[in-house]
């Protein structure tokens, strides 16, 4: 897989995990477990600022546009689909072996794809 993709996956990752933990219902259930969810997020931020960096600028600079958009900026394609805006894809554009080696856009929605088979 190409590590630039990697990357994005990874970014989109953290930024979930971050949503997930300033939620308020998670916050109260990570509290009560004993856990401090104030410091997981600190780090999780620490992680995905450095991670970020590493990225090159124009994906870093897509990625955010995306996300502030869509919300989620890197989807899985499932069954030829983008999951993201549900549009079939070409299936010359999905019938490359190496379509993991390079990172792509959905041509429909713009979001970064991968395929996970």
């Excluded at 401090?36 to 991670?51: Q, Y």
């Excluded at 994906?59 to 955010?64: A, E, L, N, Q, V």
């Excluded at 919300?71 to 079939?88: D, H, M, R």
């Amino acid at each position: 897989m190409n590590r630039e993709l990697e990357k994005l996956i990874s970014l989109h990752d953290l930024d979930i995990m971050i949503s997930d933990l300033v939620n308020k219902d998670i916050f109260k259930q990570e509290k009560k477990l004993g856990l401090s969810p104030d410091l997981a997020a600190a780090k999780l931020r620490n992680m995905r600022d450095k991670l970020f960096l590493t990225i090159g600028r124009k994906h870093r600079d897509i990625y955010d546009q995306l996300s502030g958009h869509y919300g989620n900026a890197v989807v899985p394609v499932i069954n030829l689909l983008c999951s993201g805006c549900f549009t079939q894809l070409p299936t010359a554009f999905c019938a490359s072996q190496d379509r993991n080696d390079q990172v792509e856009t959905c041509p429909s929605c713009g979001r970064f794809i991968y395929w996970c088979d």
